[in-house]
């Protein structure tokens, strides 16, 4: 496929395309909506699919929310989308631990929001920080101890707009001091279109400055990593080549892509321009590419 | 059913960050491009330049002071760690420095920590009962100003601090505006519908260093500035890890605040504190003394040893700070300095010991 993501969506490839999958993987953030603004034409371009008897779930980076939460966003847009269609990067590091049976009787300490909390909370984790310890500040006397919680067994770190020094000194101290304890990062995204007016730093920037000082790098949940696909492919039992990725993302969602094995649709309705798709330093190409899903579900009419 | 499986780090991949870093050392280049010659390329690099290029022998343990001492015509010395901890003095220091100079031996202090000025540094010297006086203090918040100064930065242009107020004194001083600082640290946002955040254009350049006022607010603020003002420059003061704000424990340092805005950018900042040489080419130039008559002593190996063999100057470690034996003699550490001892008083006791 030599000059595969150098070519924009025709009629015949989307119609083709639509035939070879039975399941849409669609990011939020950027292709579905901007902030709380549902991007223009997504829930016709939703209904066209589901008509044509295509399934779908949604797959964010975006941990602020726990799944029922973003079900409550859906739902007030005016989409009924269920709790269980929906997969948050908040959700896979809850899923991690649990995996690998991370005991009950340690704490996680969360540099992140409400969503993190939540879902760690539904798989039966204590978890401390959060939001509140977004008030907390340090006072640099000569005398001052920081004080951290040794049974704190993992750090969580997601995207944080409470983010300060406090969180990142705790989540210093529990990763470099308690023996054995696991630095999860939920998705390492540089910005995100959290707002539908401008982009705003993502995760990759708490994350970061976590790494920068315990000098580790984390285990990250959220895509690029396939850690997600599992549970899709147990939800679907079809073969990866059958479903499709689609976002606004090259390093997040079609690296996703690209790792699983299944197909990938860029849209530019998001973080990624055309020129910045077209660079010759890009390295990430994905299948092809379309303005946005309206755009996507036209073509295959045309 | 999902059954329970251990999933190893290698099954999740990190997102590339190679790919735009490149586009944007190249317009780096163009800014730096009136002066790029070999030492001020080393300023946009932070890898492990001078110790890869040879291999190095093991440290010697310092037997001989004198021998060092006549040697070399001036000494650097880092502060935390070697000087004091925290706000105590460490043992044997004044008895020491004052040893130097009565040896007509030339004394200069640089630091990575940002937080003071010179001139703060200063006061913290006095306080502690040594002679020290401002032109021979070297912060990494001075360096980011004269920084500024050596590529002209026009002063009709504003600089945006992720950090403390020792950096913005400095700026102050060197008759840069700027905006952010502590203040910052009070502003709070709301990821509202309808919200927009706006950045002054005006912003030439972001500098960042150890803050602990910092949050979303800076981070955004920087970012924007970074992103969206033409060839803003993006300067870090330092990228330590960790710091000894006070002499009790480790804090996150202000490598953390740097690679938060690595994050958000994914583009690599301009360093000016150790181990960049811009602070070890400054000097030698204003006081007209040559690389290989300098020692530079301190307590850190990636910052401070790998700055003295980056400049090609003498190196010792001291095991007063964050470096013990175990980890300087540890197969996984690649940085061997010159020397190494366990304080700077030790200057006294094995010169006592060679009469």
Wanted: charged share 20%; with cysteine.
């Amino acid at each position: 496929m030599a000059n595969g993501g150098r070519e924009a969506l025709t009629p015949q490839a989307a119609r083709s395309l639509v035939d070879s999958v039975d399941v849409f993987i669609f990011d939020c953030d950027g292709v579905i909506w901007k902030g709380d603004k549902l991007i223009e034409g997504v829930s016709e371009a939703l209904h066209t699919l589901r008509s044509l008897g295509k399934k779908f779930v949604f797959l964010t980076n975006n941990s602020r929310k726990s799944r029922k939460q973003y079900a409550k966003k859906f739902s007030k847009l005016g989409m009924e989308i269920n709790e269980d269609e929906i997969f948050t990067s908040s959700f896979a590091a809850a899923m991690y631990l649990k995996l690998n049976n991370f005991p009950t009787d340690k704490k996680v300490y969360v540099v992140g929001e409400e969503g993190i909390k939540e879902e760690l909370n539904l798989v039966g984790y204590e978890s401390i920080g959060g939001p509140e310890d977004g008030k907390k500040s340090i006072q640099l006397e000569s005398s001052f101890f920081f004080d951290h919680d040794k049974s704190v067994g993992a750090v969580v770190v997601g995207l944080d707009q409470h983010f300060n020094y406090y969180k990142l000194q705790y989540a210093n101290l529990c990763i470099r001091e308690n023996p054995g304890c696991l630095f999860i990062a939920t998705n390492r995204d540089s910005t995100g279109n959290l707002t539908s007016l401008q982009e705003w730093p993502g995760a990759g920037c708490m994350v970061s400055a976590v790494s920068c000082s315990v000098q580790k790098e984390p285990v990250v949940v959220g895509k690029p990593s396939t850690f997600l696909m599992d549970f899709l492919l147990e939800r679907f039992r079809i073969d990866v080549s059958r479903m499709c990725m689609v976002g606004d993302r090259l390093d997040t969602d079609i690296l996703f892509g690209h790792n699983a094995g299944c197909k990938t649709l860029l849209v530019l309705s998001g973080v990624t321009t055309l020129p910045a798709l077209l660079d010759p330093s890009n390295s990430i190409h994905p299948d092809s590419y379309a303005n946005d899903m309206s755009h996507f579900v036209q073509l295959l009419s045309q | 059913m999902l059954t329970s499986r251990v999933i190893s780090p290698s099954f999740l991949p990190l997102p590339p960050t190679a790919s735009t870093s490149s586009s944007s050392f190249s317009s780096l280049r163009t800014i730096l491009s009136p002066f790029l010659a070999k030492t001020q390329l080393s300023y946009t690099r932070t890898s492990r330049m001078a110790s890869s290029l040879t291999a190095r022998a093991a440290a010697n343990k310092l037997e001989n002071a004198d021998e060092l001492i006549d040697s070399v015509e001036t000494f650097i010395f880092d502060c935390d760690g070697v000087i004091w901890k925290g706000d105590k003095l460490i043992e044997g220091v004044p008895e020491t420095l004052d040893m130097l100079r009565s040896k007509g031996k030339r004394l200069v202090f640089v630091t990575n920590n940002s937080t003071k000025s010179r001139k703060q540094y200063g006061k913290k010297f006095e306080t502690l009962g040594l002679s020290v006086n401002e032109e021979e203090i070297f912060a990494s918040s001075f360096a980011a100003a004269a920084y500024l100064q050596s590529i002209d930065f026009p002063k009709d242009k504003k600089v945006y601090v992720i950090g403390e107020d020792g950096i913005l004194k400095e700026l102050e001083l060197a008759g840069f505006q700027y905006l952010g600082g502590p203040t910052d640290g009070d502003k709070k946002i709301e990821l509202k519908p309808g919200f927009l955040m706006e950045h002054d254009h005006n912003v030439g350049a972001v500098v960042v260093g150890f803050d602990r006022y910092f949050n979303y607010y800076k981070v955004q603020y920087g970012t924007l500035c970074i992103r969206e003002n033409p060839g803003c420059l993006f300067i870090a003061t330092n990228r330590d890890a960790v710091t000894h704000l006070t002499d009790a424990q480790e804090w996150a340092g202000g490598g953390s605040m740097v690679g938060a805005i690595r994050g958000s950018t994914q583009k690599e900042p301009l360093v000016v504190g150790k181990p960049s040489t811009f602070m070890m080419d400054y000097l030698s130039n204003k006081f007209g003394i040559s690389k290989s008559q300098i020692c530079m002593v301190g307590d850190r190996l990636d910052t401070d040893i790998l700055f003295g063999q980056n400049g090609g100057c003498k190196t010792l470690l001291v095991l007063s700070g964050v470096t013990s034996l175990e980890t300087l003699q540890s197969p996984d550490n690649s940085i061997q300095p010159d020397f190494y001892t366990s304080k700077i008083a030790d200057f006294l006791s094995l010169k006592a010991a060679t009469v």
